[in-house]
């Protein structure tokens, strides 16, 4: 599962990802992520950019956390989801986007 948030231009989000993929990252930092609504009509976005990894500091992880768990669960459940998913070992990913592809209500019938 990944939690995404969008600011300032820069997309980070807090993967769980397999010390492969990490490893992946630090060796080629381009990279894409496509998120996609499962919901009919469906739409989807693609972004493709360098993503840079940051590892474990409770106190930027924790920050990061609760900025994308306030999207998520809403700002009364913020702190508990931030605390709840900025354990140790988590990292944050951020995308600068070189590129965005995205498509709404794909399904749609004209």
């Keep these: 599962?990944?939690?995404v948030v969008k600011l300032e231009?820069?997309?980070s989000f807090l993967p769980l990802i397999?010390?492969?993929?990490?490893?992946?990252?630090?060796?080629?930092?381009?990279?894409?992520?496509c998120i996609d609504d499962q919901i009919p009509p469906f739409s989807f976005v693609t972004i493709f950019g360098t993503a840079k990894?940051?590892?474990?500091?409770?106190k930027e992880v924790l920050k990061w956390a609760t900025k994308i768990a306030e999207r998520y669960m809403g700002k009364r459940n913020a702190k508990i989801y931030g605390r709840?998913?900025?354990?140790e070992g988590t990292v944050l990913v951020r995308i600068k986007p070189t590129r965005i592809?995205?498509?709404k209500d794909i399904a749609v019938l004209d």
């Design 1 to 3: 599962m990944i939690q």
């Design 9 to 11: 231009e820069v997309t």
């Design 18 to 33: 397999a010390n492969q993929s990490r490893q992946n990252i630090h060796r080629n930092k381009l990279v894409s992520i």
């Design 53 to 58: 990894i940051f590892l474990y500091r409770q």
């Design 84 to 87: 709840r998913n900025s354990g």
């Design 101 to 103: 592809l995205a498509e």
